[in-house]
């Protein structure tokens, strides 16, 4: 009986090696015995075929991918309605709920949610992205479902209370939770699970969001930080799977409906330029009073952890009596907001009343995203600056949804700090592409302002005051990679030529005062190929009788690896196995050698650029 | 290919994430261990069985709940409509809202959904947020061009902002659009509705087609159609084309021979044709059965001078005849003379000119004379019309004078 378990190159199942199920067939009775040999050649034929349709991995994972994002959209679905229910269960159907029950449930909700998070799930804390990310480089794509339990629970009664929190961080995580599981249980390779998470988790804010490209862009952007073709195509497939699903259920209808928009006068895009200003330095106000708060609540000494949760939902009721709109996701105010259903005043009155709620909510560590929150202050914020455009000049054109819709994307920018995502998410919620300058003009302003005036991206301040050194992608985004240039040298003169005799290239070597022994020189073939040779090796082939063969022909046929200028250092280190140094040639001409490289000009350009 | 531990279909029955091997090691004629190695199969298989479970427990789940939101979007429309009666437009406005909140992404019941938008987008409209309700029913026309109502909704929000383009655009999708019950009287009624904009909006060549089109498709089967007739011919009286809105009232009179707006309105156009005898006519039968406006009063009264001073009326015997146009020459030279001696001086050369020629047919302008001078009569009534509209140097005439120019406009042709 082999081991269960031993799949090469997987891991071990979490439950063990030993295997709980195996059994032995004991020795069959006489009368079997007879059968037994046609019985064994059937089940020889059946294990052929079998084993011939069995799928390779890399199919294994496209058609997994599709299956996860068939869970996740189901277990989005389901978790959208959960948060619908609670939200009319505890506060009832209307758009603004009445007062009593603004002032009691959201308190006794977050008790209820600080109880399940403390005693039963201690893992859903959070938003749900960097817990995905940690998952993927601290646990190898390890989520316990347990975790997507938790998630589904708190969340939909944390956010259906009035928490001013978002469902899609949490969707996706629980995408992610469910592509874990499946990984596990099909025991996929080490790489195949780190990698199934992030699909599972586009797969889930697709559903979440009704956005599968911005889905995609998210994951890349912020979860995994590379492109990669494999990984891409499950990606796509996950999100486009779990979206169908979402559609199906509840409908293709989007979050918003979009005003109609085109740029009448170039002008205008000032406007958007103020708004991306504006977001910039709203995103910070939002990301430092979270990154101020939050460790500041955490370490209140007693059970805090406890109260918290309530204290912040009854803090948020009592404002919710006033402004309801802060209250829960807020897609529906949002949408009034695009519409010019508010004056400028009390949208700005909207956006500090969301940042304070959303900071105290997440502080407290009640569990929920802040995808929503964001887009909330962002529209309400674009929605101000064009209201107040259209006051200072009655003649522009532009509608209050557009800046409304520009500043969802500013404020993704800006405060999530994932500026690709942010400009995808709003022409795919708005399906309008001439938006796309505006969009740009702002994200890019806003995104700016964020990175000079805030070391980190909220994503690395949050999960830094966790303890937890993630990688930041934003970090990998912007760090500049060493390169070939950065680290070559000029060549060793002289540069030989494969034509050239050994005996012509001892004596050119010779004469040069500081060609030294164990320096190795570059031999230029007319096809461009490079190879080394040092003068004990020449003097060699000559002692073997070869003083007045060409170098091309003693030589033999192996070439130096070329490098290009602009090809990245480690790649170098790659190529860079048994010779001294690599030539580094021009992309336009092979035979032109503009420097070499060897280890230790890697080294030093590492010194000198940490330095 | 996969490489995992053999396994068999007990194991995929008992315990679907191990594998489970099948050893055949013992019998003697086949030492074969059958790889069956179903661990992932299984675990893919099981996995299919649980999504289709949780498909059908997700729609399930779903129905329930695009149910409850159907429910919930009903009752809010409902009180959506009560506020509305009620006059409160900003509850009614929420109320809505909400309604649309909960049918929104209900798929199953876009019908529902739109009459919550059409309702919202009134609702929004009336209570002064015209450019959302405009988004709201661009939204609907985007999804039903066709849609009438909502066609007329945002010619009313184009009329409203004066923006007589759009709104002759959207009121002739509306006319010619789809409608739900009553579809005649309803683009009647949005004809009607776009022909008073036109003529808000001094066009009244356009008003003129549609109301022309409007008249022409006027029902006239019981008395019950001649208020339609009235509105109009009504209409067609302010839009200038007076002989269309004469028989429009006429048209109502033969459905509804005491209809008291179609006889004032008879009159009316009557009078404006210069057919003073209908005009008295009709303004007299109205005033019979209620009491008529100053207005139509005047008219009334002018109507009756303008017969009573026609001589050229049909059936006139010759000493009627002769007393009328003497009697008229004398009122006409009175007036004339009346307007030159309070303007002394200052009097015009017509109007001197006028007197004279006058005074010069005095005789032949006694009754005596054009009782046996019949042929006289035009000759004499002219210089009664000559002498008025010289008279007009002192200012509107009235009374008498005024019938004997209106009649001597009505000999000429000339618009009234």
Same mark, same amino acid.
């Given at each position: 009986v082999s081991?269960? &378990?031993?799949?090469? /190159?997987?891991?071990?199942? =979490? /439950?063990?090696?030993?295997?709980? &199920?195996?059994?032995?067939?004991?020795?069959?009775?006489?009368?079997?015995?007879?059968?037994?040999?046609?019985?064994?050649?059937?089940?020889?034929?059946?294990?052929?075929?079998?084993?011939?349709?069995?799928?390779?991995?890399?199919?294994?994972?496209?058609?997994?991918?599709?299956?996860?994002?068939?869970?996740?959209?189901?277990?989005?679905?389901?978790?959208?309605?959960?948060?619908?229910? #609670?939200?009319? $269960?505890?506060? /009832?159907?209307?758009?603004?709920?009445?007062?009593?029950?603004?002032?009691?449930?959201? @308190?006794?909700?977050?008790?209820?949610?600080?109880?399940?998070?403390?005693?039963?799930? =201690?893992?859903?804390?959070?938003?749900?992205v960097n817990q995905t990310k940690s998952a993927v480089y601290i646990s190898d794509g390890y989520i316990p479902f347990q975790t997507v339990i938790g998630k589904f629970v708190c969340c939909a009664l944390a956010i259906g209370s009035g928490q001013s929190l978002g469902p899609e961080d949490p969707?996706?995580?629980?995408?992610? $939770?469910?592509?874990?599981?499946?990984?596990?249980?099909l025991k996929l390779s080490r790489d195949k699970t780190r990698l199934i998470a992030p699909v599972g988790a586009a797969a889930g804010l697709a559903a979440a969001f009704n956005a599968p490209v911005a889905a995609v862009i998210f994951v890349i952007e912020e979860v995994i930080g590379t492109w990669s073709a494999g990984v891409l195509g499950a990606i796509v497939l996950a999100a486009v799977s779990s979206v169908v699903v979402s559609r199906w259920f509840l409908g293709s209808e989007p979050f918003f409906r979009t005003p109609a928009y085109s740029l009448v006068n170039p002008l205008e895009l000032i406007s958007y330029a103020v708004l991306g200003i504006a977001g910039g330095f709203v995103s910070l106000l939002f990301s430092k009073l979270l990154g101020y708060v939050r460790p500041r609540l955490r370490s209140l000494p007693g059970k805090s952890e406890y109260w918290l949760p309530a204290a912040a939902g009854l803090v948020i009721g009592i404002g919710g009596i006033w402004i309801p709109q802060v209250m829960g996701a807020g897609y529906d105010f949002m +949408?009034?907001?695009?519409?010019?259903?508010? !004056?400028?005043?009390?949208?700005?009155?909207? !956006?500090?009343?969301?940042?304070?709620?959303? #900071?105290?909510?997440?502080?407290? $560590?009640?569990?929920?995203?802040?995808?929503?929150?964001?887009?909330?202050?962002?529209?309400?914020?674009?929605?101000?600056?064009? /209201?107040?455009?259209?006051?200072?000049?009655?003649?522009? *054109?532009? =509608?209050?949804?557009?800046?409304?819709?520009?500043?969802?994307? #500013?404020?993704?920018?800006?405060?999530?700090?994932v500026p690709l995502t942010s400009v995808f998410m709003v022409l795919e919620v708005s399906g309008n592409y001439s938006i796309i300058l505006p969009v740009i003009i702002s994200n890019a302003i806003a995104y700016l302002i964020s990175l000079r005036f805030q070391e980190a991206s909220i994503f690395d301040v949050l999960s830094r005051q966790e303890g937890l050194e993630l990688p930041s992608m934003e970090e990998m985004r912007e760090g500049q990679a060493l390169r070939v240039e950065d680290a070559m040298r000029p060549p060793v003169e002289p540069i030989l030529s494969s034509d050239d005799t050994v005996e012509d290239a001892i004596l050119n070597l010779e004469t040069r005062k500081e060609a030294k022994a164990e320096e190795?020189?570059?031999?230029?073939? =007319?096809?461009?190929?490079? @190879?080394?040779?040092?003068?004990? @090796?020449?003097?060699?082939?000559?002692?073997?009788?070869?003083?007045?063969?060409?170098?091309?022909?003693?030589?033999?046929?192996?070439?130096?690896?070329?490098?290009?200028?602009?090809?990245?250092?480690?790649?170098?280190?790659?190529?860079?196995? +048994?010779?001294?140094?690599?030539?580094?040639?021009?992309?336009?001409?092979?035979?032109?050698?503009?420097?070499?490289?060897?280890?230790?000009?890697?080294?030093?350009?590492?010194l000198r650029k940490s330095a | 290919m996969f490489s995992g531990p053999p396994s068999n279909l007990c194991g995929l029955a008992k315990g679907l994430h191990a594998s489970v091997a099948i050893a055949t090691t013992n019998l003697p004629e086949s030492n074969h261990t059958i790889n069956w190695n179903?661990?992932?199969?299984?675990?893919?298989?099981?996995?299919?069985?649980?999504?289709?479970?949780l498909f059908v427990f997700t729609g399930l789940m779903a129905r329930f709940y695009h149910q409850t939101e159907r429910s919930l979007a009903r009752q809010w429309s409902i009180n959506g409509d009560a506020? *509305?009666?009620?006059? +409160?437009?900003?509850?009614?406005?929420?109320?809505?809202? *909400?309604?649309?909140?909960?049918?929104?992404?209900?798929?199953? #019941?876009?019908?529902?959904?739109?009459?919550?938008e059409l309702h919202l987008a009134e609702a929004l409209a009336?209570?002064?947020?015209?450019?959302?309700?405009?988004?709201?029913?661009?939204?609907?026309?985007?999804?039903?061009?066709?849609?009438?109502?909502?066609?007329?909704?945002?010619?009313?929000?184009?009329?409203?902002?004066?923006?007589?383009?759009d709104a002759a655009r959207y009121y002739n999708a509306a006319i010619f659009g789809v409608w739900e019950g009553d579809?005649?009287?309803?683009?009647?009624?949005?004809?009607?509705?776009?022909?008073?904009?036109?003529?808000?909006?001094?066009?009244? *060549?356009?008003?003129?087609?549609?109301?022309?089109?409007?008249?022409?498709?006027?029902?006239?089967?019981?008395?019950?159609?001649?208020?339609?007739?009235?509105?109009?011919?009504?209409?067609?009286?302010?839009?200038g084309v007076q002989s269309q809105a004469f028989s429009e009232f006429r048209r109502a009179l033969l459905l509804d021979r005491n209809s008291l707006d179609a006889l004032r309105g008879a009159g009316m156009a009557a009078y404006s044709l210069s057919d003073y005898r209908d005009a008295a006519n009709y303004l007299e039968r109205a005033s019979r059965q209620s009491q008529l406006g100053a207005g139509e009063k005047q008219f009334l009264e002018t109507s009756r001078a303008v017969v009573a001073h026609d001589p050229f009326a049909a059936g006139l015997s010759t000493i009627e005849q002769a007393r009328r146009t003497a009697e008229d020459f004398s009122i006409a030279l009175n007036k004339a003379q009346a307007c030159a001696t309070s303007l002394g001086a200052t009097a015009s050369q017509n109007l001197q000119q006028a007197i004279a020629s006058a005074q010069g047919q005095k005789p032949q302008a006694s009754e005596t004379y054009l009782r046996q001078h019949a042929d006289m009569v035009p000759a004499i009534m002219e210089l009664a019309f000559s002498l008025e509209d010289a008279a007009m140097q002192c200012g509107p005439l009235t009374g008498d004078d005024l019938a004997l120019q209106l009649l001597g406009r009505s000999r000429a042709g000339a618009p009234q």
């Amino acid at each position: 009986v082999s081991d269960a &378990n031993s799949v090469p /190159g997987g891991l071990p199942s =979490p /439950g063990g090696s030993a295997n709980p &199920n195996a059994e032995i067939v004991a020795a069959p009775a006489p009368e079997a015995v007879a059968e037994s040999g046609a019985w064994a050649q059937i089940l020889k034929a059946i294990d052929a075929v079998r084993q011939r349709l069995a799928l390779k991995e890399g199919s294994l994972f496209l058609l997994l991918s599709v299956a996860i994002g068939l869970f996740s959209g189901l277990a989005v679905v389901c978790f959208r309605v959960a948060i619908e229910w #609670t939200r009319i $269960g505890l506060l /009832g159907s209307a758009i603004s709920p009445a007062a009593p029950r603004v002032f009691v449930v959201p @308190a006794i909700a977050g008790l209820v949610v600080a109880v399940l998070v403390i005693k039963f799930f =201690p893992r859903v804390r959070g938003s749900g992205v960097n817990q995905t990310k940690s998952a993927v480089y601290i646990s190898d794509g390890y989520i316990p479902f347990q975790t997507v339990i938790g998630k589904f629970v708190c969340c939909a009664l944390a956010i259906g209370s009035g928490q001013s929190l978002g469902p899609e961080d949490p969707s996706l995580q629980m995408g992610a $939770g469910i592509a874990s599981l499946l990984g596990r249980k099909l025991k996929l390779s080490r790489d195949k699970t780190r990698l199934i998470a992030p699909v599972g988790a586009a797969a889930g804010l697709a559903a979440a969001f009704n956005a599968p490209v911005a889905a995609v862009i998210f994951v890349i952007e912020e979860v995994i930080g590379t492109w990669s073709a494999g990984v891409l195509g499950a990606i796509v497939l996950a999100a486009v799977s779990s979206v169908v699903v979402s559609r199906w259920f509840l409908g293709s209808e989007p979050f918003f409906r979009t005003p109609a928009y085109s740029l009448v006068n170039p002008l205008e895009l000032i406007s958007y330029a103020v708004l991306g200003i504006a977001g910039g330095f709203v995103s910070l106000l939002f990301s430092k009073l979270l990154g101020y708060v939050r460790p500041r609540l955490r370490s209140l000494p007693g059970k805090s952890e406890y109260w918290l949760p309530a204290a912040a939902g009854l803090v948020i009721g009592i404002g919710g009596i006033w402004i309801p709109q802060v209250m829960g996701a807020g897609y529906d105010f949002m +949408d009034q907001a695009m519409h010019g259903q508010f !004056v400028w005043y009390f949208l700005l009155l909207l !956006v500090f009343g969301k940042i304070v709620a959303t #900071t105290l909510s997440f502080s407290s $560590g009640a569990p929920g995203g802040m995808f929503a929150p964001a887009l909330f202050v962002g529209a309400m914020l674009g929605a101000a600056v064009g /209201g107040g455009e259209h006051i200072l000049f009655p003649n522009a *054109t532009g =509608p209050v949804g557009a800046y409304a819709l520009v500043g969802m994307g #500013t404020l993704f920018a800006g405060f999530l700090r994932v500026p690709l995502t942010s400009v995808f998410m709003v022409l795919e919620v708005s399906g309008n592409y001439s938006i796309i300058l505006p969009v740009i003009i702002s994200n890019a302003i806003a995104y700016l302002i964020s990175l000079r005036f805030q070391e980190a991206s909220i994503f690395d301040v949050l999960s830094r005051q966790e303890g937890l050194e993630l990688p930041s992608m934003e970090e990998m985004r912007e760090g500049q990679a060493l390169r070939v240039e950065d680290a070559m040298r000029p060549p060793v003169e002289p540069i030989l030529s494969s034509d050239d005799t050994v005996e012509d290239a001892i004596l050119n070597l010779e004469t040069r005062k500081e060609a030294k022994a164990e320096e190795f020189f570059t031999v230029r073939f =007319p096809t461009g190929r490079w @190879a080394g040779v040092r003068i004990p @090796a020449l003097h060699k082939f000559a002692a073997d009788g070869h003083a007045k063969s060409r170098l091309a022909d003693v030589l033999g046929a192996q070439r130096l690896p070329r490098l290009h200028p602009d090809q990245p250092v480690d790649l170098a280190m790659r190529l860079m196995r +048994d010779w001294p140094y690599l030539p580094v040639v021009s992309r336009a001409n092979a035979r032109s050698l503009e420097g070499v490289l060897s280890m230790s000009d890697i080294l030093s350009a590492y010194l000198r650029k940490s330095a | 290919m996969f490489s995992g531990p053999p396994s068999n279909l007990c194991g995929l029955a008992k315990g679907l994430h191990a594998s489970v091997a099948i050893a055949t090691t013992n019998l003697p004629e086949s030492n074969h261990t059958i790889n069956w190695n179903l661990s992932r199969e299984a675990v893919l298989l099981l996995s299919a069985l649980v999504l289709v479970i949780l498909f059908v427990f997700t729609g399930l789940m779903a129905r329930f709940y695009h149910q409850t939101e159907r429910s919930l979007a009903r009752q809010w429309s409902i009180n959506g409509d009560a506020a *509305t009666q009620r006059g +409160d437009l900003k509850e009614a406005v929420d109320d809505y809202r *909400t309604a649309l909140i909960y049918s929104r992404s209900n798929g199953e #019941t876009s019908s529902a959904n739109d009459v919550y938008e059409l309702h919202l987008a009134e609702a929004l409209a009336d209570s002064g947020h015209v450019e959302e309700a405009r988004s709201y029913f661009l939204s609907l026309a985007e999804k039903q061009p066709g849609a009438a109502p909502v066609n007329l909704e945002l010619a009313r929000l184009a009329a409203r902002q004066n923006n007589v383009s759009d709104a002759a655009r959207y009121y002739n999708a509306a006319i010619f659009g789809v409608w739900e019950g009553d579809p005649a009287s309803q683009r009647r009624a949005a004809r009607i509705e776009f022909a008073k904009f036109l003529l808000q909006h001094g066009q009244p *060549t356009e008003a003129q087609a549609q109301l022309i089109a409007l008249a022409s498709a006027l029902p006239a089967a019981s008395r019950a159609d001649a208020p339609l007739h009235v509105q109009a011919g009504q209409l067609l009286l302010e839009a200038g084309v007076q002989s269309q809105a004469f028989s429009e009232f006429r048209r109502a009179l033969l459905l509804d021979r005491n209809s008291l707006d179609a006889l004032r309105g008879a009159g009316m156009a009557a009078y404006s044709l210069s057919d003073y005898r209908d005009a008295a006519n009709y303004l007299e039968r109205a005033s019979r059965q209620s009491q008529l406006g100053a207005g139509e009063k005047q008219f009334l009264e002018t109507s009756r001078a303008v017969v009573a001073h026609d001589p050229f009326a049909a059936g006139l015997s010759t000493i009627e005849q002769a007393r009328r146009t003497a009697e008229d020459f004398s009122i006409a030279l009175n007036k004339a003379q009346a307007c030159a001696t309070s303007l002394g001086a200052t009097a015009s050369q017509n109007l001197q000119q006028a007197i004279a020629s006058a005074q010069g047919q005095k005789p032949q302008a006694s009754e005596t004379y054009l009782r046996q001078h019949a042929d006289m009569v035009p000759a004499i009534m002219e210089l009664a019309f000559s002498l008025e509209d010289a008279a007009m140097q002192c200012g509107p005439l009235t009374g008498d004078d005024l019938a004997l120019q209106l009649l001597g406009r009505s000999r000429a042709g000339a618009p009234q």
